[in-house]
T-cell receptor, first 115, second 115 residues
Framework: GAVVSQHPSWVICKSGTSVKIECRSL??????MFWYRQFPKQSLMLMAT?????????EQGVEKDKFLINHASLTLSTLTVTSAHPEDSSFYIC???????????FGPGTRLTVL | KNQVEQSPQSLIILEGKNCTLQ??????????LRWYKQDTGRGPVSLTI?????NTKSNGRYTATLDADTKQSSLHITASQLSDSASYIC??????????????FGRGTQLTVWP
């Protein structure tokens, strides 16, 4: 099956620093990838759609200047949390679609803790 | 309003027993419905995907049903194992055909299997 990886799997940083999270489709190309945030005992919440070769589209209420997305190639999308604060602490997951019905293949997630 | 509701919110069963999880949705237009298993601290993994023309699909001990008329789906787990302990998420796709559309996530059912 299709594999999506994320790096790092967990990160701890100080308040005010920036953190970059990578999402890679290992065995297929993805012109579109999705970034989600998940708080404890909550469902995944779509943050933005990453588009290769064009700007990302953000969901309502998500600050595009705080969550910078770069879809550098057909297999790599990055999410940079700029000037992170404790309220940004969460589980960040990416996904990439594949197949006729655009089945979503999720990455393993990145646990961000901002001190 | 497009919504996906899952029940129960949490469930505890003994190892070897069967259980059924429910998913009701109001998403329209409807293209397909997916069940995912999410282990704690990991990304979701696909169990089944069903289109509006399918009413049942199995994947090992997992059997999903879909009634597109009543907009209900269920996930039946037989002979539960300790490794089945996870959150099970129902996701409905609001597109039709190959157009990449929006996904609507349920909050998940937290299943715990006790020995």
């Amino acid at each position: 099956g299709a594999v999506v990886s994320q790096h790092p799997s967990w990160v701890i940083c100080k308040s005010g620093t920036s953190v970059k999270i990578e999402c890679r489709s290992l065995d297929f190309q993805a012109t579109t990838m999705f970034w989600y945030r998940q708080f404890p005992k909550q469902s995944l919440m779509l943050m933005a759609t990453s588009n290769e070769g064009s700007k990302a589209t953000y969901e309502q209420g998500v600050e595009k200047d705080k969550f910078l997305i770069n879809h550098a190639s057909l297999t790599l999308s990055t999410l940079t949390v700029t000037s992170a604060h404790p309220e940004d602490s969460s589980f960040y997951i990416c996904s990439a679609p594949l197949g006729f019905y655009n089945e979503q293949f999720f990455g393993p997630g990145t646990r961000l803790t901002v001190l | 309003k497009n919504q996906v509701e899952q029940s129960p919110q949490s469930l505890i069963i003994l190892e070897g027993k069967n259980c059924t999880l429910q998913c009701n949705y109001t998403v329209s237009p409807f293209s397909n419905l997916r069940w995912y298993k999410q282990d704690t601290g990991r990304g979701p993994v696909s169990l089944t995907i069903m289109t509006f023309s399918e009413n049942t699909k199995s994947n090992g001990r997992y059997t999903a049903t879909l009634d597109a008329d009543t907009k209900q789906s269920s996930l039946h787990i037989t002979a539960s194992q300790l490794s089945d302990s996870a959150s099970y998420i129902c996701v409905v796709s609001g597109d039709r055909g190959s157009t990449l559309g929006r996904l609507y996530f349920g909050r998940g059912t937290q299943l715990t299997v006790w020995p």
